[in-house]
């Protein structure tokens, strides 16, 4: 028997908006939906939200995973007209609108997929498995582990070259994520790698910024790229550009020139990808994998189909002919876009999507950030302070918030990252191994 809940929610006459995908578009569009005439199911493989943007500081233990994500069972608790499933959506069917999932079917009128980006190897099989990535709360806690064990491992090490290797990172991607990390790893040399693993002279620790651009913060102002190149220099990161990875086994990074460095921690925040769910092909632009969409977000093709955020795809924008950057204020204002005009009454025509860019940051280290707003362009501790609140200000939940705040006072004002846990150690899995698991399973590989 239905509890009296599910009954109410079942008896709603509204149309059913499925979501799929509660990141900043899915979650925001929920928000904007909340109350209104509209049956909304949220469908997640996740049971929470992930404030993507702090992940490096969860990789480098400045922050705990709970204090960046967010469960979605909290966010749609009080929304009557709103249930959340968790569930992975595997295909669409638009002809008989409907999704699959791994724990069955879900109906629709309106489908809002919101289901952003994996990262992109550029199809190089090997690289992808060798290295490490930052795209999730899973992946951020495996960076966690793998440089605590590194400097652990290290101190067993009597030979210099080998303990050099152990402590040799390469972050390539020159991009926000790879910055950010990689200032932050610098931070974690100065601090704890000399006063905590002290038998290790922490200068044996190299941090190797990669990026085949001829700058970092590639759609930073010049003004923004200069500062941080020396915001990065100036903590000891060796920024090597117009560079190319072409491969690398676990031990040895290649480079495109044919040269080579030995390191056994890469982690790859070169780019991103779309991951299309399989069911709408004729609507996705192969390279990077997005649906393409019109100015009201409504997948190419479709009569009652959208997406939002960085899948999404929208080139009618005469300010961003090659489409949206791939960042939280696009995701959001698309969500509040969409759900302005699935309000609208029949009559009322529906009003096209235009993005407005409240401008990028990225922050280096302790004190140090860049700002590009408008024609202010900006780098130093006032930028830093600016990056802390706007940061502080998006993360989803009150609690979230003071935890944030309250591991942030005592980082700066102590030095100390306060989560240095092996909880789950990382375990590299075998090349072959992998393989042979995609092989058996595509779909989730
Ligand atoms: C390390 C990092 C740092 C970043 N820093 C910044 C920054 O400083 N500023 C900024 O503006 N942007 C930043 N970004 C980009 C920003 O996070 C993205 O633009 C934003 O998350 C896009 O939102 P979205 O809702 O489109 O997708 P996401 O936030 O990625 O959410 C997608 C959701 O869909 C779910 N999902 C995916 N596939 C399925 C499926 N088949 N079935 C069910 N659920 C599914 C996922 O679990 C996830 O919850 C950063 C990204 C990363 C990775």
Same mark, same amino acid.
């Given at each position: ?25 899915? /979650?925001? /569009? ?22 993507? $943007? ?52 879900? +109906?629709?009128?309106?489908?809002? /997929?919101?289901? &952003? ?20 709360? &899973? ?41 950010? /990390? ?65 491969? %690398? ?41 997005? %649906? ?36 939280? $204020? ?50 130093? $501790? ?43 150690? %990382? ?11 995609? +092989? ?6």
């Amino acid at each position: 028997m239905k509890t009296p809940v599910r009954a109410a929610f079942d008896a709603m006459e509204y149309p059913t908006v499925v979501v799929v995908g509660g990141g900043f578009a899915g /979650l925001k /569009l929920i928000h904007r939906l909340a109350g209104k005439p509209f049956k909304v199911i949220l469908l997640d493989k996740n049971n929470y939200h992930c404030f993507q $943007p702090l992940l490096y500081q969860v990789a480098t233990g400045s922050l705990g995973a709970d204090n960046i994500a967010y469960p979605f069972r909290r966010s749609v608790g009080p929304m009557p007209n709103v249930i959340y499933r968790m569930a992975e959506v595997l295909r669409v069917v638009p002809g008989e609108n409907r999704v699959e999932t791994d724990h069955g079917d879900f +109906r629709y009128d309106h489908l809002v /997929l919101a289901t &952003g980006t994996v990262t992109n190897f550029f199809g190089n099989g090997r690289i992808a498995h060798e290295s490490m990535q930052l795209k999730s709360i &899973g992946q951020a806690l495996d960076i966690r582990s793998d440089f605590l064990q590194e400097f652990e491992a290290a101190l067993y090490l009597e030979d210099e070259q080998a303990q050099r290797q152990r402590l040799n990172f390469v972050v390539v991607g020159g991009g926000p994520s790879g910055v950010e /990390l990689a200032g932050a790893l610098a931070e974690i040399r100065k601090t704890i790698l000399k006063h905590e693993f002290r038998e290790v002279d922490n200068r044996r620790m190299q941090i190797h910024l990669v990026d085949s651009n001829h700058a970092v913060l590639a759609n930073f102002s010049p003004k923004a790229q200069g500062l941080a190149l020396r915001f990065l220099k100036d903590l000891g990161v060796n920024v090597i550009l117009d560079t190319l990875v072409t491969g %690398y086994d676990g031990e040895t990074v290649t480079f495109k020139d044919g040269s080579t460095m030995q390191s056994t921690t890469v982690i790859w925040t070169a780019g991103v990808k779309g991951k299309p769910i399989p069911g709408l092909e004729a609507a996705v632009e192969e390279r990077p994998a997005r %649906y393409r969409v019109d100015a009201f977000n409504r997948v190419e093709g479709t009569a009652n189909i959208y997406a939002i955020g960085d899948i999404a795809l929208d080139r009618s924008d005469p300010n961003w002919p090659k489409g949206h950057p791939q960042v939280a $204020p696009v995701a959001i204002q698309q969500a509040t876009h969409l759900a302005r005009n699935l309000l609208r009454r029949d009559a009322s025509p529906w009003q096209p999507f235009e993005y407005r860019d409240k401008g990028s940051m990225a922050t280096i280290g302790r004190y140090k950030a860049v700002v590009d707003l408008g024609k202010l362009r900006f780098g130093g $501790p006032i930028a830093w302070f600016m990056w802390l609140f706007v940061h502080l200000m998006s993360i989803v939940g009150f609690r979230s918030r003071v935890m944030v705040l309250t591991h942030w006072a005592w980082k700066y004002l102590s030095w100390k990252n306060t989560i240095r846990l092996i909880i789950r150690p %990382y375990v590299r899995r075998e090349y072959a191994v992998q393989q042979a698991e995609e +092989r058996a399973d595509p779909v989730h590989s």
